[in-house]
């Protein structure tokens, strides 16, 4: 397995049950890099900050996601929470620029135009995974979270978000992936990567 250092950070982002953590990890793995998953800044922030003053990173803590929630509803509170921790996320990017840390950043809360604007660096790189099958991210749940049962909602909104993500993509210019067929999936993301 090759390990040129194309990139210093790679930031993998894309809706939730898509596949970002599958593909994340080996990718990791196979370029010696750590791994941050934004969830675990998105605790950390929220740990830190009341929802007085960061109402979008509270709003799915005062405000507890359910069912009957528009896919449209969800999606728009899902950006607003990404838009919110942009700042946490430039941080962590360039602590680990300034460290010299080979590092992939993953989560749901990496936009395209974060991925864009930090990607002028050089020495980051970005990618949206996507996956446009609706029955294909609820196996994916079902597989994860089977204890769960089929999450249908969950997975219309997946996919939602997933289409204003690859539209967000495309006006800014970060490649998107699509993980299958899995056999190859780690092969070509690399390959999207310039890794």
Known sequence: MGTGKSW?????GGPSGVGKSRLSYPLA???????????????????????????????????????G???EHVVERQIALAEALVPALDAVVRNHLDAGDR??????YVLPSFCARWAATAQVAGV???????????????ARE???????HRAAVSVHHGRWLVDQAERHGVPVHTPRPWRSGLDRL???LGS
């Open 128 to 142: 949206i995974v996507h996956e446009p099958d609706e029955e294909q991210v609820l196996a994916n749940y079902l």
């Open 29 to 67: 793995q196979r370029h010696g890099a750590a791994l941050v998953e934004v969830d675990d800044l998105v605790v950390a922030v929220q740990s830190m900050t009341t929802p007085e003053q960061h109402p979008d990173l509270h709003h799915w803590l005062t405000h507890p996601y359910h069912d």
């Open 69 to 71: 929630l528009s896919a």
């Open 103 to 108: 590092v992939v950043i993953e989560g749901d």
């Open 190 to 192: 690399n390959e999207l």
């Open 8 to 12: 210093a950070i790679a930031l993998v």
């Open 146 to 152: 089977p204890e769960s049962g089929p999450q249908t």
